[in-house]
């Protein structure tokens, strides 16, 4: 960039934008990705066919339906979403993050959330100039629950988020622990189910039992990544509130024709789901063989992992596995709970024996 354009870009562009780093991610070019939580597996032939047929008769020199109220309909019923609650889609569920911050953002406000969590409630924050309070989890990344309490009662946040199960570290916090905060919270609380289908525990079903809550998910981890779909459930104040701040036409015709083929032989993706459990136990199951490794609990479709020794110990073993072809994502240099730790998505079995060999032959 010339010298006069990084003057205008300086005296332009707010100052905490200049400083603060872009989301990244790593370019996986012919290597074994394991690093964003995907599904491992593509689409059976005949059903991937039926979807390039749908495709293949789109009016792709028109815009969407601007509601799309099928592909609502659809996730209402499949995903047995409460009656009276309605649903809100969003271009991935990082669309969905901003519409709501949008939606609370008056001057001063709050946004809070455990921490280490997903980086996109910080960043929305950021961008919307509200004040993000994260308040740290324990050593062992379980909720202090009665810090996040105390620290409720002190900043009076207008939105809470909770990440359940939680990432990047992949534990389900006690469903008791989030009532608490729920009920005691001053604002809406949002509870994100990115990792629903691999937890096995929601909150959609108790919708209607809390006013000041809603759930959002994403179809990205059972599937659909390339999609960008996600939604949010809730009561209609609620819904209608966040749907003001949405941006029109936001779910293109391509997305809304595949996913809705997708629900309707959702079957497919659940047994998806459960392989990808089964592979969870038995690589946590190697895993926690090798010296030099801390595996924590995940009720999500990854490991975290912690790497012994020093200062830089996680990133070295993030290098090595690397150049035996296999990417996971290093968290060293991020929040000082993260410290040497590696996050591992689970792909398939051969996947799997692969990334076991890279971590073996790194430690």
Not at 75 to 86: K, N
Request: with cysteine; glycine share 6%.
């Amino acid at each position: 960039m010339s010298t006069p354009a990084k003057a205008i870009v300086a005296k332009v562009i707010r100052p905490e934008i200049q400083a603060m780093q872009a989301y990244a991610v790593s370019d996986a070019a012919g290597l074994v990705k394991l690093d964003v939580m995907e599904s491992p597996y593509r689409l059976p032939q005949d059903l991937a066919a039926e979807i390039g047929d749908i495709v293949s008769k789109l009016a792709l020199n028109r815009y969407p339906v601007p509601s799309a109220h099928k592909l609502r309909a659809l996730i209402h019923e499949v995903m047995q979403v409460p009656e009276g609650c309605e649903v809100l889609l969003g271009n991935g569920s990082d669309e969905c993050i901003q519409y709501i911050t949008a939606a609370v953002a008056r001057e001063g406000a709050v946004v809070m959330a455990p921490a280490p969590s997903f980086a996109m409630f910080a960043m929305h924050a950021l961008f919307l100039r509200l004040r993000f309070v994260g308040v740290a989890l324990r050593e062992d990344f379980s909720l202090d629950t009665e810090a996040f309490l105390a620290a409720m009662a002190r900043e009076k946040p207008a939105l809470v988020w909770i990440a359940f199960p939680n990432n990047p570290t992949g534990n389900a916090f006690p469903v008791a622990d989030i009532e608490r905060i729920v009920r005691a919270a001053p604002g809406l609380v949002v509870i994100d189910e990115a990792y629903q289908p691999f937890a096995g525990v929601t909150f959609m079903p108790r919708l209607a039992e809390f006013e000041n809550m809603v759930v959002m998910r994403t179809v990205s981890k059972i599937g659909m990544a390339g999609l960008r779909l996600g939604y949010v459930c809730g009561r209609p104040e609620w819904i209608g509130s966040f749907d003001k701040t949405r941006s029109p036409f936001n779910i293109n015709v391509l997305t809304e024709a595949v996913a809705i083929k997708l629900l309707q032989n959702k079957s497919v993706l659940d047994a998806q789901a459960a392989k990808v459990l089964e592979e969870r136990e038995r690589v946590r199951s190697e895993l926690t063989r090798l010296a030099g490794l801390t595996i924590f609990p995940s009720a999500a479709n990854f490991l975290l992992a912690r790497v012994a020794g020093g200062k830089g110990a996680g990133t070295r073993v993030f290098e090595r596995v690397k150049d035996q072809g296999v990417l996971v994502k290093d968290f060293s240099g991020g929040h000082p709970l993260l410290e040497n730790c590696l996050r591992l998505t689970i792909g398939t079995p051969e996947e799997n024996r692969i990334l076991l060999s890279a971590v073996r032959e790194s430690l």
